[in-house]
């Protein structure tokens, strides 16, 4: 799973900030019934993480899931600003733009665990921490 991809790269969740990018079960829709990023987020505040969240259209959504257990950021920069550990869940294009550079920027320790397999493994796992589903 995910979430255990993620504790190889940085270890122990407790007190660490991990961002979650897409909560929607796929792009295009605000629909989380049934998404994977509710388990993923659930397991990471039982691990004690200090979860971030964004999405580009199912915040509202996530709200009456997740309350005041997660924070909710305004755009992608501010989900990973500060971030030990990034989690990408659905494949919005807007995820798709991010530049290895901005995860070197804005995370402060940048480890990406790619769930949809939209980087490119290979150039990613030689400049930061990176796994991705099927690939590592």
């Known amino acids: ?13 407790r007190g ?7 909560l929607a079960f796929k792009p295009g829709t605000d629909d989380v019934r049934d998404a994977v990023s509710i388990k993923i987020v659930r397991k990471l505040l039982e691990e004690g993480a200090k979860v971030v969240v964004y999405d580009p259209k199912a915040m509202d ?17 501010d989900c ?3 971030s030990e550990c990034a989690i990408i869940v659905t494949e919005w294009d807007e995820f ?3 530049k290895l550079e901005d995860f070197m920027r804005l995370m402060r320790n ?9 980087y490119d493994s ?3 796992s030689r400049k930061l921490k990176f796994k ?5």
């Open 1 to 13: 799973m995910v979430v255990e991809l993620a504790r190889e790269l940085i270890g122990d969740f």
């Open 16 to 22: 660490r900030r991990v961002s979650v990018l897409g």
């Open 61 to 77: 959504n996530a709200k009456k899931i997740f309350g005041g257990d997660v924070e909710y950021a305004g755009s992608v920069e």
């Open 80 to 82: 990973l600003k500060n």
């Open 96 to 98: 798709k733009n991010i």
């Open 110 to 118: 940048p480890a990406v665990v790619d769930d949809r397999r939209i």
């Open 122 to 124: 290979n150039v990613y």
């Open 132 to 136: 991705a589903i099927g690939f590592n």
